[in-house]
C-alpha cells in the first residue's frame, strides 16, 4: 500500500499530465474522433461501433477520478493516475513532426486527458 507521500506525489504528477478539465474530457469522449483511435483487448480497433479502447475507457475513469474527493480516492484511482502520468510521458517523446491537430496521435492523448495543445 502506497504512503500518504506516494499518494501526494500520483496525485501532483497526474494534475500536472492531465491539462483537460473533467467537462472538455467528457465532450471530447463523445466525439467520433476519440472513438476511432486506439485499441481494445490487445487488438486495433477496426471501425467505429466496435469494442470501447483501452484509452476511451480510461478517459471516463479520469473523469470520475477528477469528480472525486482526495479522501474518496481508491488504491485502483492511484494505479489509474500512475497509468495515465505513465502514458502521457511516453506519448509525447512520441510526438510526430508536422501538423498534429487533426492527428491520432493528438487524439488519442486527448482520450487520456491530456491536449498537446492546450496552454
Same mark, same amino acid.
Given at each position: 500500500?502506497?504512503?500518504?507521500?506516494?499518494?501526494?506525489?500520483?496525485?501532483?504528477?497526474?494534475?500536472?499530465?492531465?491539462?483537460?478539465?473533467?467537462?472538455?474530457?467528457?465532450?471530447?469522449?463523445?466525439?467520433?474522433?476519440?472513438?476511432?483511435?486506439?485499441?481494445?483487448?490487445?487488438?486495433?480497433?477496426?471501425?467505429?461501433?466496435?469494442?470501447?479502447?483501452?484509452?476511451?475507457?480510461s478517459g471516463a475513469?479520469? &473523469?470520475?477520478?477528477? *469528480? /472525486?474527493?482526495? =479522501?474518496?480516492?481508491?488504491?485502483? $484511482?492511484?494505479? +489509474?493516475?500512475?497509468?495515465? &502520468?505513465?502514458?502521457? *510521458? /511516453?506519448?509525447? =517523446?512520441?510526438?510526430?513532426?508536422? $501538423?498534429?491537430? +487533426?492527428?491520432?496521435?493528438?487524439?488519442?492523448?486527448?482520450?487520456?486527458?491530456?491536449?498537446?495543445?492546450?496552454?
Amino acid at each position: 500500500m502506497a504512503s500518504e507521500d506516494d499518494h501526494a506525489q500520483i496525485v501532483k504528477d497526474f494534475d500536472a499530465a492531465v491539462n483537460m478539465t473533467p467537462a472538455e474530457l467528457e465532450r471530447w469522449l463523445k466525439t467520433e474522433d476519440a472513438k476511432s483511435v486506439g485499441w481494445a483487448a490487445g487488438e486495433p480497433k477496426s471501425a467505429p461501433g466496435g469494442e470501447e479502447s483501452v484509452g476511451h475507457k480510461s478517459g471516463a475513469h479520469i &473523469v470520475a477520478i477528477k *469528480h /472525486r474527493k482526495k =479522501a474518496e480516492l481508491t488504491d485502483a $484511482d492511484y494505479a +489509474h493516475m500512475k497509468k495515465v &502520468v505513465g502514458y502521457v *510521458h /511516453r506519448h509525447m =517523446a512520441q510526438r510526430p513532426s508536422g $501538423d498534429v491537430e +487533426h492527428s491520432r496521435w493528438r487524439h488519442s492523448l486527448m482520450n487520456w486527458g491530456h491536449d498537446p495543445l492546450k496552454r
